[in-house]
């Protein structure tokens, strides 16, 4: 089936570690999204890529990192200098100059 | 950037009422106008869009009405059902970016 897997499911980190979250949809969208998600309250973009090699800041990018090196992946870096990660992290993606755009399951990111 | 306001932040309906969420922006450029569903634990999903060449569409019980004059769309649920409580969320585009609204928290009583 196609779609948008995202792993791990939870994922629990350590004051002072970076974390990767995984991305990967087999929908050969172009477009791929990173987005964070507070209890109660509605998403917010990281980062955004249009195309592989190339990505854009989002609304929220201090203390995020991505990499766009294949067009079916999107891996997402939480940094030591994100100060609270602790969120629902969702990827989304979607075909080039076209609706609508798609998510995953997310990643629910705790601090131990 | 776009502003988007949501509304209202609550709803709560009995079984086989209707429901309507509101949705105001700010970009007169916005040309898509998707609403999603999201339920705990999970990604939204998107359970129809509009583009702005139409007024109104409808997919059985759910349907959406924009206003591009005086920049707000609605989704519209009619014959509620339990399984209709969740999250809903507008997102108008915004350049090649959605920017979500809060979110309208349905609660379906049987």
């Known amino acids: 089936d196609g779609g948008i897997t995202q792993s791990p499911k939870y994922l629990f980190r350590k004051e002072g570690q970076n974390v990767t979250l995984s991305c990967e949809q087999n929908?050969?969208?172009?477009?791929m999204y990173w987005y964070r998600q507070d209890p109660g309250q509605g998403l917010r973009l990281i980062y955004y890529s249009q195309i592989v090699n190339d990505f854009q800041k989002g609304d929220i990018a201090e203390g995020y990192s991505v990499s766009r090196e294949k067009k079916e992946s999107f891996p997402l870096t939480v940094t030591s200098a994100q100060k609270n990660p602790t969120a629902f992290y969702l990827c989304?993606?979607?075909?080039?100059?076209?609706?609508?755009?798609?998510f995953g399951d997310g990643t629910r990111l705790s601090i131990l | 950037g776009e502003n988007v306001e949501q509304h209202p932040s609550t709803l709560s309906v009995q079984e086989g009422d209707s429901a309507v969420i509101k949705c105001t922006y700010s970009?007169?450029?916005?040309?898509?106008f998707p609403w999603y569903k999201q339920e705990l634990g999970k990604g939204p999903q998107l359970i129809i869009d509009i583009r702005s060449n139409v007024g109104e569409k409808k997919d059985q019980r759910i349907a959406v009405t924009l206003n591009k004059t005086a920049k707000h769309f609605s989704l519209h649920i009619t014959e509620t059902q339990p399984e209709d409580s969740a999250v809903y969320f507008c997102a108008p585009v915004s350049g090649e970016k959605l920017v979500f609204g809060t979110g309208t928290r349905l609660l379906v009583s049987p």
């Open positions: 989304a993606s979607r075909g080039t100059g076209s609706w609508p755009q798609h």
């Open positions: 970009d007169s450029a916005s040309n898509y």
């Open positions: 929908l050969n969208h172009d477009a």
